[in-house]
């Protein structure tokens, strides 16, 4: 993987992928035990934000701190990103300056023409299409639950964006099935859906959409929702929670899944998208799945510098 971006996992094959998530396991050992571990020591990554963050800013800060580097952060205010100056000119400028560089974007188009121009591999930390590192840390996070992934169903109730973009162009490769709802005209990208149900038919796993959210959830080891109401999309807020209606994960919708299911979110909640009972009981594991994020980022880093 040295010298490879991660723009999506699409492009990473069964055996990358469960590197990675063996590295970040190992990484969450180390910085448990205290252990001094620092392959970064003189390697500096530009973070690059067009978007705020609370987990992947501090995740990402500090944990290349821990491996010995330095991570510059570049808010909206810091550089305008293909105004002022052009994405390839920045591209050019930051890969002489950093070794690696991790952009948060609205347009995924922009962190493809980063990796293009630049010199340097360049991390997708989110863009309007994909959001690997969090389905990394997701993956970790029930590996870490049911000691496995191949067999594992997962179910997603809520709207067709960025993270189950993620999770539709992963799970097939890693033995998931895969159970989906989402309302009518919030449906996930068709050429992501191509890919999944592909995935699905060559890695023989389950691969099912629906409006039906009590659908969807039958027989989940795993449910997942995440915002109804993205960064940017402010003003379709009414619009959105009337289309969303009776997608709340509940425990009353949790009947209808496996008798072991879990819940996951990757933050930040609203009520309205599962409720507290869930939200903060023990079948949620959206507080190791945060964590997550750190050990993750890490080993995506490590790997594409070949340091690891």
Known sequence: ???????????FSTEEI?????????????????EIYQPMIGKSMSMIFQKRSTRTRVSTETGVAYLGGHALFLGS???????????????????RFNDIILARVY????????????????????????HPLQILADF?????????LKGI?????????????????TAPKMGINLRIATPEGYRPLPD??????????KYGTQFLITTDPLEAVKGANVIVTDTWISMGQDEEKDARIKAFEGYQVTMEMGKHAADNWIFMHCL???????DDEVFYSERSIVWNEAENRMYTVQAVTLALLGLY
């Open 77 to 95: 205010d810091d550089i305008q990103l293909g105004k002022n100056e052009s994405l390839k000119d920045t591209a050019l400028v930051l890969s």
């Open 107 to 130: 347009e995924h188009s922009d962190v493809e023409t980063l990796a293009k121009e630049g010199t340097v591999p360049v991390i997708n930390a989110l863009s309007d299409k994909y």
């Open 18 to 34: 469960t590197k990675l998530l063996d590295i970040s396991i190992d990484l969450k050992k180390k910085m448990k035990a205290n």
């Open 153 to 169: 169903t997962i179910s997603w109730v809520g709207d067709g964006n960025n993270v189950l973009h993620s999770i539709m162009v």
């Open 268 to 274: 930040p909640r609203k009520p309205n998208e599962v």
């Open 140 to 148: 970790m996070a029930i590996k870490e639950h049911f000691g496995k």
């Open 1 to 11: 993987m040295k010298n490879k971006s991660l723009l999506t996992l699409a492009d």
């Open 192 to 201: 992501v859906t191509e890919i999944a149900k592909t995935e699905a038919e």
